[in-house]
């Protein structure tokens, strides 16, 4: 999947992102880590960032280089050519998805872990390219806030997943505040800016009436398209500020609660299984008596695909999870936050060694209605009404049928983040069943 160029590069990269700041200031045990070693950490992450940036433009490049060779080869009809380019865009392609990865952790980090902060700066827009981007401009501020102070940190958000406000997404250490920048450069800007400035410190309609009345259409555009921009990055943080506002991805109102619930997990076990295919082919559990988990290792023979066999005899016809299928999803937790070895992580990414896992979706089902509560499956036809409905976050599907859960009193239709929860944060299912009830309790209360 990846070339070994690619894999030695990306373990350096890892390197600045996860262990920099840990090898460079001793911590004692049990002890707060002195503040050194929040600007080691972040010096980690600088080097990161550029060798993220350096890495996105040179595979951008490789990328479009390929995309006019294919144009060709599909106009001369040159079928092997084609077949080969397609494949090497798909790897140019999949390295993207990876360092974009690397700087979601980044990213993650400096929100706390916090899940529904990362949820409501995703958008659902198409992701930007850097080389779009006024690149240089944002480079150079990044670089003056870190130098200004090695303890506050300011990140590309062009270079994330799932960052889709603002040009830099600003840790300030003082505050302990997370914050965005939209970064405009030229004499237009500068004056909206300007503007826009003196009429929100004096709120006076006239004196901005005054400011912009003999402006022409275009400078007009761009301040509707500069107030738009201000505004939305003024809702998203109201929101996480706040815990209530609107999700701007699907329009609707969301709720995020104080109360803070703690899973159990069951990453120890996989961590404890990639331990073991280092000695043997593969290590295989079975987790809350319904979730089977396999571990592989496939560098010499497809021993991964015994899987489906395995899942077979256990009478699971619940789909498999390959853990590396989370890298395309935007708000999906980064698997580089998994406590596994630089080398291991690696090795998942190459394709060396597979996570694999699946479900007793039935056993499972039984689970929630022991522990009180009520479910539902809905027909395909009450699954199609509900897909139909615009811009809302699409039910999770077990064979074209969505999930209804009903507790203490509060419904809702299961999505597919928990699941995600699930198979890339290693919840464990009895504990996915806590949390669905931690919900229920936190939104009864709400609204009691």
Avoid at 148 to 166: E, G, P
Avoid at 236 to 262: Q, R
Avoid at 316 to 328: C, E, M, R, S
Wanted: hydrophobic share 40%; with cysteine; aromatic share 10%.
């Amino acid at each position: 999947m990846i070339d070994s160029k690619f894999q030695k590069e990306l373990k350096s990269i890892l390197f600045f992102a996860l262990e920099y700041g840990i090898k460079h200031v001793e911590i004692q045990n049990y002890k707060k880590p002195p503040i050194e070693f929040i600007g080691k950490v972040h010096e980690g992450f600088m080097k990161t960032q550029k060798m993220i940036i350096q890495n996105l433009l040179i595979i951008g490049r490789e990328e479009k280089k390929l995309k006019d060779r294919l144009k060709t080869s599909r106009k001369n009809r040159e079928t092997d050519l084609i077949n080969d380019l397609e494949g090497k865009i798909k790897s140019v392609q999949y390295k993207k998805v990876i360092l974009r990865k690397v700087a979601d952790s980044i990213a993650w980090t400096l929100l706390s872990f916090d899940s529904t902060k990362v949820k409501r700066l995703f958008l659902n827009n198409p992701q930007v390219e850097i080389y779009n981007s006024n690149l240089a401009h944002e480079i150079k501020v990044m670089e003056e806030i870190f130098q200004n102070d090695v303890h506050s940190f300011a990140l590309l958000t062009d270079i994330t997943s799932f960052i889709q406000i603002a040009d830099l997404m600003v840790m300030d250490f003082n505050s302990k505040k997370i914050g965005f920048a939209e970064l405009k450069e030229g004499r237009i800007n500068e004056e909206i800016s300007d503007t826009l400035n003196h009429f929100f410190e004096t709120n006076c309609e006239f004196a901005l009436y005054q400011s912009v009345k003999d402006k022409d259409k275009k400078f007009m555009k761009q301040m509707d398209r500069y107030l738009k921009q201000e505004i939305k990055t003024h809702e998203v943080l109201n929101t996480i500020n706040t815990g209530e506002g609107k999700d701007l991805a699907s329009g609707y109102n969301v709720f995020i609660p104080e109360e803070v619930f703690e899973p159990v997990f069951f990453e120890n076990i996989v961590g404890d299984m990639l331990k073991e295919v280092q000695k043997k082919s593969y290590s295989l559990r079975l987790i809350d008596e319904c979730l089977i988990i396999g571990v592989y290792n496939a560098r010499h023979i497809p021993i991964h695909t015994a899987f489906e066999s395995w899942k077979k005899t256990c009478g699971i016809d619940f789909p498999t999870i390959d853990l590396k299928t989370f890298l395309y999803d935007p708000t999906a937790r980064p698997l580089f936050l998994c406590n596994f070895s630089i080398n291991d992580i690696v090795k998942i990414l190459s394709g060396e060694i597979y996570i694999l896992m699946s479900i007793d979706f039935d056993k499972w089902i039984k689970m929630l209605i022991t522990a009180g509560v009520n479910v539902k499956l809905l027909t395909q036809k009450e699954t199609e009404k509900i897909n139909k409905v615009p811009n809302i976050v699409k039910p999770f599907e077990y064979k074209g049928q969505a999930i209804q859960i009903e507790h203490q009193g509060i419904t809702e239709i299961l999505g597919g983040g928990i699941f995600e929860k699930m198979f890339n944060q290693f919840f464990k299912p009895t504990s996915i069943i806590e949390f669905l009830k931690f919900k229920e309790k936190v939104l009864e209360n709400k609204y009691r």
